[in-house]
């Protein structure tokens, strides 16, 4: 009664509980203020509870849409779809969770990680990976480049190889050569 100010001094709160108490009604009085009181902390408690509840609610359509974005952008790729599904494997939040706690645990993973956070523009919201692509590139070009010699030296093999079975009569395969001075 004292914090609801409807008494402006402690000795009009204490004559009118004096007379509460002449009347026998200042138990009821109290359970009735005590009934009030429980009843404004239940509504507050059932509101937070609902206030709560709506934001998790929020959260959770948040999450779906952007993860569901996500799943767009990786579809909208041009990728391979095992790479696809790699990466949207990787997306998952548990995954993602247990790679994070892997990646700390390794001082060199971390500063891979940390170097390709430095490719981040944030003008773009995009890595540029460009010095990656150069070097699959230039690896997958090498590879090619060494395929071509190896069919080249192939077919030169079975040429000299063929060339020396039709002159089987004339002696071996370096008889084929003369001596120079």
Do not use: C, H
């Not at 009821?28 to 507050?44: G, H, M």
Request: without cysteine; glycine residues 2%; hydrophobic residues 30%.
């Amino acid at each position: 009664m004292k914090q609801s100010k409807v008494f402006r001094s402690e000795d009009k709160l204490i004559r009118y509980l004096e007379d509460l108490q002449e009347d026998d009604t200042l138990l009821e009085t109290a359970k009735e203020k005590l009934e009030e009181k429980q009843a404004v902390i239940a509504e507050a408690r059932k509101s937070e509870i609902e206030q709560v509840k709506q934001v998790k609610l929020e959260q959770e359509q948040q999450s779906k849409q952007f993860y569901q974005n996500i799943y767009e952008t990786v579809d909208g790729l041009s990728w391979d779809k095992s790479r696809k599904a790699v990466v949207l494997k990787n997306i998952e939040p548990k995954e993602v969770s247990r790679k994070n706690q892997l990646i700390l645990k390794s001082p060199m993973a971390l500063v891979q990680l940390a170097d390709i956070y430095s490719r981040f523009d944030e003008k773009t919201g995009q890595f540029d990976l460009t010095s990656f692509e150069m070097k699959t590139d230039s690896k997958a070009t090498n590879a090619k480049k060494d395929e071509l010699i190896k069919n080249k030296l192939e077919s030169s093999l079975n040429k000299i190889r063929a060339s020396g079975k039709g002159n089987e009569s004339s002696g071996s395969f370096f008889s084929q050569f003369s001596k120079t001075d």
